[in-house]
């Protein structure tokens, strides 16, 4: 049986600094009032899901160190785990978009910038989403 429960929770993985302060400062304008976490690479992200009994949407960079995007989807269906994801990439390559489309929790695939458009679209899904 399906409900609809705002999710409260968003964590945004990526290595860039400038990057993470960026989607989590257009969140905040956009009027996201619930917990904002932020992780440079896929192991400290993967740790926060793992460790947390809270529900997140995930911002998730394509391209980082110790553990990439696609590294950190993988590790994430190794444990069963599905958050719903939202990747990030400065990538436009079809073949980068497909890979992470192909795990069914991926919601989208985002070109950086993300802008106030994308950000909006992220933060109804938060609101709407439909869980399990």
């Known amino acids: 049986m399906s409900h609809t429960s705002s ?3 968003i964590l945004i993985v990526d290595d860039d600094p400038i990057a993470r302060m960026l989607a989590k400062r257009n969140l905040e304008i956009a009027g996201f009032k619930g917990s904002i976490i932020t992780a ?11 460790n947390s009994t809270h529900d ?5 960079d394509f391209h980082m160190p110790e553990l990439d995007g696609v590294g950190m989807l993988k590790k994430l269906k190794e444990h069963d785990m599905k958050p719903p994801v939202f990747m990030l990439s400065s990538s436009i390559l079809s073949q980068n978009q497909n ?18 458009q994308k950000t909006k679209q992220i933060l109804e899904f938060a609101q709407n989403y439909v869980g399990a």
């Open 40 to 50: 440079d690479n896929g192991l400290v992200g993967f740790d926060v899901l793992k």
């Open 7 to 9: 999710i409260k929770n």
């Open 99 to 116: 890979m992470c489309l192909s795990f069914p929790w991926v919601e989208d695939f985002m070109v950086k910038p993300i802008d106030q």
């Open 56 to 60: 997140f949407v995930v911002l998730l």
